[in-house]
Antibody, heavy 122, light 109 residues
Framework: QVQLVESGGGVVQPWRSLRLSCAAS????????MHWVRQAPGKGLECVAV????????YYPDSVKGRFTISRDNSKNTLYLQMNSLRAEDTAVYYC???????????????WGQGTQVTVSS | EIVLTQSPGTLSLSPGEGATLSCRAS???????LAWYQQKPGQAPRLLIF???GRATGIPDRFSGSGSGTDFTLTISRLEPEDFAVYYC??????????FGGGTKVEIK
């Protein structure tokens, strides 16, 4: 069955960096776009990065552009999110999510990981 | 960017009652590419509805989606205890970003 397991979260000081990982199994990872979605405490959902199945296409909203970098290693079935210059407002649970349709850059999510907590605090 | 507005913010209902949740888009959602997710405390969201009205695998038929263009609705015909949760709509019909609504909390009255 499909599994997405995030790791790498923790407590980090402002302006420092953190790298999240998402280990995927149970499907052909290299065929699907993948997403990072975050949820601040008590708030809604925000997509912070998406990467195409082959890594050639990426998108970031203005809130993280220039600070976050999404990447993937299809040989290791792993998705990454490099987060630099972290701010207090980046504090959230970060989920990785799988796009539903192979090859499509933008589609709804059929599977989510359990999430990893990132806390930015001095 | 398409902005999704969900209403009401909170719905207080009793088990057995029906629930109607609204999601309004700031512009027409292409091909009715709208999804609904359910999220319980401490859990990841779960897909309920895709393409405005298609039920995801394993979702009970008391959940139904409808609507087109800019106005969409999630209906829960008879609330079961496990249905009390937060519900989000998401559009995926336009260029990035994918956007979510702010959520509707369905709570026990």
């Amino acid at each position: 069955q499909v599994q997405l397991v995030e790791s790498g979260g923790g407590v980090v000081q402002p302006w420092r960096s953190l790298r999240l990982s998402c280990a995927a199994s149970g499907f052909t990872f290299s065929s699907y776009a993948m997403h990072w979605v975050r949820q601040a405490p008590g708030k809604g959902l925000e997509c912070v990065a998406v990467i195409s199945y082959d890594g050639s296409n990426k998108y970031y909203p203005d809130s993280v552009k220039g600070r976050f970098t999404i990447s993937r290693d299809n040989s290791k079935n792993t998705l990454y999110l490099q987060m630099n210059s972290l701010r207090a407002e980046d504090t959230a649970v970060y989920y990785c999510a799988k796009g539903r349709v192979a090859g499509q850059f933008i589609y709804y999510f059929d599977y989510w990981g359990q999430g990893t907590q990132v806390t930015v605090s001095s | 960017e398409i902005v999704l507005t969900q209403s009401p913010g909170t719905l207080s209902l009793s088990p057995g009652e029906g629930a109607t949740l609204s999601c309004r888009a700031s512009q027409s959602v292409r091909s009715d590419f709208l999804a609904w997710y359910q999220q319980k405390p401490g859990q990841a969201p779960r897909l309920l509805i895709f393409g405005a009205s298609g039920r995801a695998t394993g979702i009970p038929d008391r959940f139904s989606g409808s609507g087109s263009g800019t106005d969409f609705t999630l209906t829960i015909s008879r609330l079961e205890p496990e249905d009390f949760a937060v519900y989000y709509c998401q559009q995926y019909g336009s260029s990035p970003p994918l956007t979510f609504g702010g959520g509707t909390k369905v709570e026990i009255k």
